[in-house]
């Protein structure tokens, strides 16, 4: 038996110390210890121990892509190393080892998602990709003129435009539900919005510019049971929410590895395996075959018939290690954790004068979006990096949320697990500094 | 690199209060330039008097950068024919790109965009302006051409 126990190591072990202390600081708006080892799970985030500027990085712009775990990095590395080459093809060892990895990261993700079988799962290049298929496969072999699309205001532009390009194609038409003033989309007012022609529903599952959490289940339910297909983008939502497609019961899930503490280039699509049978290859090519003649060709079964080419095999492994270190973090008390950052960034950017929070849902996943009144966003961006405090300024391919709210862009910080109480302190400061230097 | 090498006081300044700012009456150029994924946005206006620039405005929204570098444009080119702006335009580009773009005297308040060239991220913002005064200058029908961005 091959051993491929090294491509999936346990998190290393601890380093004896931090290299440098976390500041003395007031304490007294923070949350009580929640008994999440943040300093500890810092340490197995090597990047996150680099300075930008001369000064500790603080990396709060998570939801544009977040770090990599030592154990990703090396499992990456140990199939680099050893285990290369290409997949279901080759009789030779590595050959088969490669397959191996590669196949077990599905299970990982079937695990991941509470799937029901590894046929419902593809690998891609991330949620843009997926959703293409999506639009591609299904909705532009099925929908006919006439028919209705329905997204919401708040979607990433990887969620719009996929949708537009097949209405073009096929007659279809876009029907896109409003948000209000606190980016929240209300469930009532989707339903409102599905009719006898709308044949599909698809909708952030955590809206990237606002941080809105969508009511996705009830929606879903609300949808099948007019007989509307449903498509979740979950890009911003597995980083933060237990995601379980069966109980969600939707029709499809889309998330990208790289938000996932994954590397970049893999991603997943999750299909109910009936609809995924049923649905046309989107990409001809090597390994979606069973044979092939001129005359007629045959393809393969779920999910290869959606992987043609050979596939990011190293991304694929490190999204299973990716899984394996979330798997061994205790998610409930991160994820209490990301939610007192949330707690504690907001109520803290809200006091500063003249700073307005752009997205003031009830249910929110733990980023902020905000603007500063006589500071572009931009300027912010680079006053913080001086400081060495990463954020997103722009228009988070979310240009109709900005349309919405009348502005060209917002300063975003958004928060991973291992983000800290004291990263959050030197972003207001920043802030102030800002408003100082532009007042 | 310096913050307050960028944000010069300048800077600073042209950005709080921007000179030619506004609407401009019967202009016969009139040119957007856009960086969208920034989220700056400007249009410019001239009226060409012969050859001469007889008067520049702009409206918009930008970073203090591009607002400044618009603001401080206007000022450099009002007056200026069509060769000296576009001249001007050729060295204001190698001060923002080029590493020993030497700053000298004649391009009076202009040096304070050499802090830019230091932040690579942000000349796009300090030359979208630029680009959209050089579209403006050499094309035949000014008054319908697309946006000009520099991203």
């Not at chain 1, 038996?1 to 202390?21: D, K, R, W």
């Not at chain 1, 980023?367 to 990096?385: E, K």
């Not at chain 2, 700012?21 to 019967?26: I, Q, T």
Request: hydrophobic content about 45%.
């Amino acid at each position: 038996m091959m051993n491929l126990s090294a491509g999936h190591p346990a998190a290393p072990a601890a380093p004896p110390t931090l290299s440098a202390a976390p500041a003395a600081i007031p304490t007294a708006a923070r949350p009580a210890a929640s008994g999440f080892d943040v300093d500890a799970v810092r340490r197995q985030f090597p990047l996150l121990a680099r300075s930008v500027h001369g000064k500790p990085l603080a990396y709060l712009d998570n939801g544009a892509s977040a770090q990599r775990p030592e154990s990703v990095i090396r499992a990456v590395d140990d199939y680099e190393r050893h285990h290369h080459s290409n997949i279901h093809r080759g009789v030779h060892t590595l050959s088969g080892e490669a397959t191996q990895l590669y196949e077990d990261a599905r299970d990982r993700v079937v695990g991941f998602l509470n799937a029901r079988s590894r046929h419902e799962i593809v690998f891609v290049r991330g949620t843009t990709e997926a959703i293409n298929l999506v639009a591609q496969s299904h909705a532009r072999s099925t929908l006919r003129p006439g028919d209705e699309v329905l997204i919401t205001h708040l979607e990433h532009h990887a969620n719009i435009v996929p949708w537009q390009i097949v209405c073009d194609q096929t007659g279809a038409t876009l029907v896109v539900v409003p948000i209000d003033q606190n980016g929240e989309v209300h469930a009532e007012q989707v339903e409102a919005r599905m009719s006898s022609r709308t044949r599909i529903l698809a909708m952030a599952h955590v809206s990237n510019a606002l941080g809105t959490v969508l009511p996705v289940r009830r929606l879903v339910a609300s949808a099948r049971a007019r007989g509307i297909v449903t498509l979740i983008d979950g890009a911003q939502a597995v980083p933060h929410i237990p995601v379980d497609v069966q109980a969600l019961d939707c029709d499809f899930y889309a998330f990208s590895g790289h938000k996932l503490f994954a590397p970049t280039g893999i991603g997943v699509l999750y299909g109910r395996e009936a609809l995924l049978e049923r649905m046309p290859p989107w990409q001809g090519g090597g390994d979606m075959i069973l044979t092939v003649a001129f005359e007629r060709t045959t393809y393969n079964g779920l999910p290869h018939k959606f992987e043609a080419g050979t596939p990011n095999i190293s991304g694929a492994i490190g999204l299973g290690a990716a899984l394996d270190y979330l798997q061994q973090l205790d998610l409930p008390t991160a994820h209490a954790h990301e939610h007192a950052l949330l707690d504690y960034a907001s109520s803290r950017l809200a006091a500063v004068p003249g700073l307005r929070i752009v997205g003031q849902a009830r249910d929110k996943a733990s980023l902020v979006s905000f603007i500063v009144a006589g500071i572009h966003p931009h300027d912010l961006g680079t006053i913080l990096d001086q400081d060495g405090v990463a954020i997103r300024t722009g228009h988070h391919c979310a240009m109709p949320v900005m349309t919405f709210f009348g502005l060209p862009a917002t300063a975003r910080a958004s928060f991973a697990f291992y983000n800290t109480f004291d990263e959050i302190d030197r972003l207001v400061a920043g802030v102030h500094r800002a408003k100082a230097m532009f007042a | 690199m310096q913050l307050n090498d960028l944000y010069r006081d300048v800077i600073l300044d042209h950005n709080r209060r921007p000179r030619n700012f506004g609407p401009l009456e019967r202009a016969t150029a009139s040119v957007e330039g856009s960086n969208p994924l920034c989220g700056d946005r400007l249009t410019l206006r001239l009226r060409l008097d012969d050859e001469s620039i007889g008067d520049i405005r702009f409206e918009g929204e930008g970073c203090a950068i591009s607002t400044a570098s618009a603001s401080l444009m206007t000022e450099a080119v009002k007056g200026k024919s069509r060769s000296e702006a576009l001249a001007l335009f050729a060295r204001v580009h190698r001060l923002l790109t080029e590493d020993d773009a030497s700053v000298d005297e004649a391009l009076g308040k202009l040096a304070a965009l050499s802090g830019v060239r230091e932040f690579p991220a942000r000349v796009k913002c300090a030359s979208l302006c630029w680009h959209t005064l050089a579209s403006a200058l050499q094309a035949s029908e000014p008054l319908h051409l697309p946006a000009v961005s520099t991203e």
